[in-house]
């Protein structure tokens, strides 16, 4: 079965920078888009990143030029860097699999695109 496994979450003063991983198993991964959503508590799960089969990257306006999205085929590994973090970025982040191989458009933003997700990841910002 499809695992997605998150890691490198934890707390962090604001202008700092963490580096999120995630972990794909049973799942073709290459050919497929991944992408990064985040949760705060009380809001919905919005997009944050995506990073398409051929490596096109795409971010929400709020992240734009603070994180990079980047994949690793042949480790099955997804990562979103993320750098001058910002209070208002504390949330729980998923990592996506987009469920439409070889996708060529410039829809990533929506969560219900996704096939499988993970369980998260909590980063804390603190100001």
């Known amino acids: 079965q499809v695992q997605l496994v998150e890691s490198g979450g934890g707390l962090v003063q604001a202008g700092g920078s963490l580096r999120l991983s995630c972990a794909a198993s049973g799942h073709t991964f290459s050919g497929y888009a991944m992408a990064w959503f985040r949760q705060a508590p009380g809001k919905d799960r919005e997009f944050v990143a995506a990073?398409?089969?051929?490596?096109?990257?795409y971010y929400a306006d709020s992240v734009k030029g603070r994180f990079i999205a980047s994949r690793d085929d042949a480790k099955k590994m997804v990562y979103l860097q993320m750098n001058s973090l910002k209070p208002e970025d504390t949330a729980v982040y998923y990592c996506a699999v987009d469920g439409r191989p070889y996708y060529r458009g410039t829809d990533r933003f929506d969560l219900n695109w996704y096939d499988y997700w993970g369980q998260g990841t909590q980063v804390t910002v603190s100001s």
């Open positions: 990073i398409s089969w051929s490596g096109s990257t």
